[in-house]
């Protein structure tokens, strides 16, 4: 049998495409501060964006990344450990790390590849990672490439960890892997009691922040807003949420980010950052310090949604963030309330195993507008009304 042979049997997408209820892959011609315009010239509230602080819009952020375009090219079309490092890289590094008061930081392509190369570069066989069960794939992935041993444990589970850490901390070198904020719930790891099992046990901690880093605590992130960042030995960002670009980035101690600088594999044989998305993210961070107020405007607008969507019958979960899930019961609720909700000029992401259990992933962003937040919650009551109806269904 072919590798290639289950693709032909692959028909959930066209069985989906026929039904009008494909929920990936749509096509947007542009976008605003809080909205965005579908290739068919309608106007949706983006409600499904991680660009929290609403800076991938910003025409400081638009016209940094151009005038590095101009300046340095398109590409590097190298490897940072050869021919693609760029000033803007390291300034960035030391801007990251001053900001997020870690010793060093190292700039990486994607956030994906800055949590490959901290665990990649970090573990291997005869090492054991412990993952939240709801951990990023991202960190799944890296992981799994390291040939370390995985142990699971329950979502924010500390117990649970401390009893698997009893029985191999004396004879292993941990690793101890969760999310800052997981993406599909919008909730906090609880740090405080991470840091002490990790103490206890010897295990270093890896904090993935990719949904904190920029919003929480002025912007420093879940570390610091527990008051804990000189407590998290390794903390990685993404720069494609919050700072309104692509690209990721790992925090620690100097001697560790050298020594990944020179081993991790996912920045050594893969192309650096782009100049255009460098300097994109390196703005964003310029206007994060100057502008605080982003981080508090979209606190704000997420807990009103949080609030108004409950006050409609939706459950939203244990959400303490811009992130803010919408329980749908079942797959054909999820995918139905989706098209509706487009339909009522509002875009949220349908989530479906093995994602997530079945649910409207929405987020919110500082710069939406009372207006836009109504109008978005207008959508949700006539979803709620049409698809949803008995409040028990939600």
Known sequence: MSVIDKCTTFNRPRELKAAGLYPY?????????????MTDGREVIMCGSNDYLGLST????????????ERYGAGCTGSRFLNGNLELHDQLERQLAQFFGKPAALVLTTGYQANLAAICGLCGPGDIVFLDKEAHASLIDATRMSRAKVQWFAHNDTTELAAKLARVAETSNCLVVVDG???????????????EVCDRYGATLLVDDAHGGGV??????????????????????????????IGGAILGDEDVIDYLRH????????ASASPANTAAALESLRILQAEPWRCSAVADNADFMRRELAALGYEVGASQTPIVPVDTGDDISTLLAWNLLIEQGVYVNAVLPPAAS???????????????????LDGFRAVRDQILRAPSRV
Request: proline letters at 4%; a positive charge.
């Open 25 to 37: 892959f749509l096509n947007f011609d542009g976008r605003e501060a809080g909205t965005a315009r």
């Open 263 to 270: 081993t991790a594999r996912s920045l050594m044989f893969s």
């Open 58 to 69: 910003d025409i400081r952020v638009i016209n940094a990344a151009a005038q590095a375009a």
């Open 358 to 376: 079945p649910r409207l992933r929405t987020s919110y962003t500082a710069v939406q507008t009372q207006d836009q937040l109504q109008r978005a």
């Open 181 to 195: 904020v997981y993406s599909m719930e919008g909730d906090l790891c609880p740090l405080p009691e991470l840091v």
């Open 216 to 245: 929480l605590d002025k912007g420093r992130g879940t570390a610091s807003q527990f008051g804990l960042t000189d407590s998290v030995p390794l903390i990685t960002l993404t720069f494609s949420k919050a700072f309104g670009s």
